[in-house]
């Protein structure tokens, strides 16, 4: 199934060189400033760095203070509105063609923007993205590859997207700023809080095309204070978004109920993490009847016996 409304090109442009804007929404600011000297290290240089202080409580001009008198990055400050607000005034106050954005807390490899400002002298290319690597708090010396970016560059992204196989992070992302113009900003109504950059993402890739760079130059930190660490409601708003976007583009029930199979069997997992098991065996159902595997039929069996009769089929079945 190809959504895209513009063909493939391969238009190369000699010395394009364009202004990267790096748009960072500043809150908390323990990591921040490590941040900033990621992007401050980037091979490609053409790039200025928009520092969005969404309403923070720790002082954070004061902070930045020396990087604003040596213009190193330029900085405003608005009430706190929330991420997808603070990203949205950046992109406005962005002066670049092209828009990379970067969480507070996360950090890039030297050539991030060298490997990803080349894919847009295609014309037809509208966002980019890279892999990436995750590790916890400041332990950078064991990063772990994660799952997410299982899927390589996909002539197909939209649909992966709307199925739900595909993710990538706000910072490994790179958009052509007229797209965001035509296609619209970030939503920052409560319901899409923690979607709203998927739902861009969708958005975007229904009328571009999109490129991903396959080398981790994003590596996602992990941390006790991060707003995504709960991810139930966060996943919910996410199958709703994705659903009403199957039915609004008319791409049939089959589409559906294989995203509705795949959202909820993840949702089960997350569940589990948190000792949910009667969640988890809602989420199950719901899978099996939207899409009837054997493995969602297992995963019933085994949240709906009870532990004693578990474990004497085990001894039966000489199960280890």
């Not at 004061?62 to 604003?68: A, F, T």
């Not at 409560?190 to 590596?219: F, M, N």
């Not at 994705?242 to 997350?270: C, N, P, T, V, W």
């Amino acid at each position: 199934m190809d959504l895209y409304k513009t063909p493939a090109s391969n238009t190369n442009i000699p010395n394009f060189s364009p202004l990267v804007s790096v748009v960072i929404p500043g809150y908390k600011n323990q990591y921040i400033r490590q941040s900033i000297e990621s992007v401050l290290q980037q091979t490609y240089t053409n790039f200025e760095i928009v520092v969005v202080d969404d309403g923070s409580p720790f002082h954070l001009q004061e902070l930045l203070q020396d990087y604003i008198q040596q213009k190193k990055i330029r900085y405003f400050y608005q009430e706190n509105k929330k991420m997808a607000a603070a990203r949205n005034a950046g992109i406005r106050y962005a002066q670049g063609e092209l828009i990379a954005f970067l969480d507070d807390d996360d950090l890039w490899l030297p050539t991030k923007l060298e490997k990803q400002v080349p894919l847009f002298a295609d014309p037809s290319v509208g966002i980019s993205y890279t892999w990436a690597s995750k590790f916890y708090d400041n332990d950078l010396q064991h990063l772990q590859e994660t799952r997410i970016n299982s899927i390589q560059t996909s002539l197909y992204l939209a649909e992966e997207l709307l199925l739900g196989n595909l993710y990538f992070p706000n910072s490994s992302v790179m958009i052509r700023k007229v797209c965001i113009e035509q296609a619209g900003y970030f939503n920052e109504t409560p319901e899409y809080y923690g979607i709203d950059d998927s739902d861009l993402w969708i958005r975007i890739c229904l009328h571009y095309q999109a490129r991903g760079v396959p080398e981790r130059l994003l590596l996602y930190r992990i941390h006790s204070s991060q707003a995504s660490r709960n991810m139930i409601p966060i996943l919910l708003r996410a199958i709703q978004m994705r659903s009403s976007y199957i039915q609004k583009l008319g791409l049939g029930k089959k589409l559906l109920y294989k995203q509705l199979a795949q959202s909820y069997d993840m949702l089960a997992y997350e569940y589990i993490d948190q000792y949910n098991k009667t969640g988890a065996l809602l989420c199950y159902l719901k899978a099996m009847f939207y899409q009837p595997q054997m493995r969602f039929l297992l995963a019933i069996l085994k949240l709906s016996i009870p532990f004693r009769i578990k474990l004497l089929l085990k001894r039966i079945l000489k199960i280890p």
